[in-house]
């Protein structure tokens, strides 16, 4: 049973740079889209990027500026830096195991994300 | 704003059927995947693909699609299914940018 163990730093002052790591246990980590995702506090999910295990990335246009994710597939791990944070980054943050595909009788393709962490929350304040 | 676009609330009864939409034009393309979010937890995989649940979601949970909409049914709720769903899919632009819809508040009365 694959999980996502994360951790990081909770309190940030503006201007810093986030940093994030999520761990996978007990599963492969090549297939996948390793994800990273959002939560301010009272709002919806926002998708922040995602890496998969060679190193390629997308990231949400919104915060391409500022995030870069990176992976080290010796440890089976994956990061998130965020630079130049304000208050407006404060929320829990998420990583997921993200998974694509065509199902090939309707030729549609899926996407899904079906395995998270517990969430970090970090407050982002002077 | 989202590309992804639901109804912000949503209430059933009790032991019967609601369906909670998702509409954006990605859907033409993508499958939407439907995540169930409690308060003060991560959020939970219950819809994926054409219509699959995980190991562990009840049958009663269902998705279905048409168009530019993708539904989520819930057949019977029950009271522990109150919670915040989420849909989930690539963006319209082909570059593989994931997007959330802005989610459905669900309460069951």
């Known amino acids: 049973q694959v999980q996502l163990q994360q951790w990081g730093a909770g309190l940030l002052k503006p201007s810093e740079t986030l940093s994030l790591t999520c761990a996978v246990y007990?599963?492969?980590?090549?297939?996948?889209?390793w994800s990273w995702i959002r939560q301010p506090p009272g709002k919806g999910l926002e998708w922040i990027g995602e890496i998969n295990h060679s190193g390629s990335t997308n990231y949400n246009p919104s915060l391409k500026s500022r995030v870069t994710i990176s992976v080290d597939t010796s440890k089976n791990q994956f990061s998130l830096k965020l630079s130049s944070v304000t208050a407006a980054d404060t929320a829990v943050y998420y990583c997921?195991?993200?998974?694509?595909?065509?199902?090939?009788?309707?030729?549609?393709?899926?996407?899904?994300?079906?395995?998270w962490g517990k969430g970090t929350t970090v407050t982002v304040s002077s | 704003s989202s590309e992804l676009t639901q109804d912000p609330a949503v209430s059933v009864a009790l032991g019967q059927t609601v369906r909670i939409t998702c509409q954006g034009d990605s859907l033409r393309s993508y499958y939407a995947s439907w995540y169930q979010q409690k308060p003060g937890q991560a959020p939970v995989l219950v819809i994926y693909?054409?219509?699959n649940r995980p190991s562990g979601i009840p049958d009663r949970f269902s998705g279905s699609s048409s168009g530019n909409t993708a539904s989520l049914t819930i057949t019977g709720a029950q009271a522990e299914d109150e919670a915040d769903y989420y849909c989930n899919s690539r963006d319209s632009s082909g570059n593989r940018i994931g997007v959330f819809g802005g989610g459905t508040k669900l309460t069951v009365l």
């Open positions: 007990g599963g492969s980590f090549s297939g996948y889209y």
């Open positions: 997921a195991r993200g998974c694509q595909g065509h199902h090939k009788p309707s030729g549609g393709v899926f996407y899904y994300m079906d395995v």
């Open positions: 693909g054409k219509n």
